[in-house]
């Protein structure tokens, strides 16, 4: 089983809350994981990561940006194919 942490800011996160929640396969209802659950000090930082990012992001060009959003999306999809179910 791993654990999850959170992606801030390009980069892996360890969670201050020290809570985490368990991720099930709904296939077999096993424990496949676990999830660091946030606090307001991760949505902080992630807040103020977010805003340090957006001049970057909002001067790139948009195809540039349409490009990135479509690839985000693939991966996504490519992820959801191995799901079960």
């Known amino acids: 089983m791993s654990d999850v942490s959170h992606f801030i800011n390009g980069q892996r996160a360890e969670g201050t809350s020290g809570r985490w929640g368990d991720v099930f396969n709904p296939a077999t209802g096993e424990r496949a994981r676990r999830v660091a659950l946030g606090g307001a000090a991760e949505v902080d930082r992630a807040v103020k990561a977010a805003a340090t990012a957006f001049p970057a992001w909002a001067a790139t060009p948009p ?8 690839n985000s999306a693939n991966c996504w999809n490519a992820m959801a194919m191995r799901l079960p179910g």
């Not at 195809?63 to 479509?70: D, G, M, T, V």
């Open 63 to 70: 195809l540039s940006r349409a490009e990135s959003c479509s």
